[in-house]
């Protein structure tokens, strides 16, 4: 079983820059650059089979290139003990059209 998500690979100049933000945290773990990403929704377990299938199909789904905003950050988990940190992006009609698909 594979754990699967739907995702964008960030540029990699904005990468870069994520990462330039990247410490002062004491205790934390930071990903690697190539795993920064925009998650576009949760899948879950699924067999391997049916990762095949569903990347064969969002392969092809259509989209034309736009420009997204940066916008807030936050954790997942308790404040306290965050499991992860993230940012946001702000509101775009092309990111819901995309999202939608």
Known sequence: MLRLFVALTLPADV????CGLMGGLPGARWVPNE???LTLRFI???DEGAAADLDAELARAPFTPFTLTLEGV???GASRRPRALWVGVAPSAELDILQGR
């Open 15 to 18: 990468r870069e820059r994520l």
């Open 35 to 37: 795993n920064l990403h």
């Open 44 to 46: 879950g377990e699924v």
């Open 74 to 76: 936050g954790v997942f």
